[in-house]
């Protein structure tokens, strides 16, 4: 099993600034891409930016330029930076990992963190 735990989260106003972390432990081996995903009320969960393991990034058009994705593997941590955050940035924050293992043939696995709040308004 692999635990993900966000932090980071809170409230700012529109225009500033905000770094969300994600720790990684448990069944840390095998791990492949990380990213993260955002839920706003109402609406269904969706991909923000991922990290492959060889530290290639992407990002959706939305936070092109405003947020920067990163990991520290040694420490097993994953960074978002999010800056000049938007109203619509509100949104509750995921951590996601992947991982893959052989066995017959390869078998892929899918982890999530709980989630941490972002709320942008004036």
């Known amino acids: 099993q692999v635990r993900l735990v966000e932090s980071g989260g809170g409230s700012v106003q529109p225009g500033g600034s905000l770094r969300l972390s994600c720790a990684a432990s448990g069944d840390i081996a095998s791990i492949n891409d990380m990213g993260w995903y955002r839920q706003a009320l109402g609406k269904k969960r969706e991909w923000v930016a991922t990290?492959?393991?060889?530290?290639?990034?992407g990002y959706t058009d939305a936070v092109k330029g405003r947020f920067t994705i990163s990991r520290d593997n040694a420490q097993n941590t994953m960074t978002l930076q999010m800056n000049n955050l938007k109203p619509e940035d509100t949104a509750v924050y995921y951590c996601h990992a992947d991982k893959s293992v052989y066995g017959l043939g390869w078998e892929s696995y899918d982890y999530w963190g709980q989630g941490t709040q972002v709320t942008v308004s004036s």
């Open positions: 990290i492959t393991g060889g530290g290639n990034t």
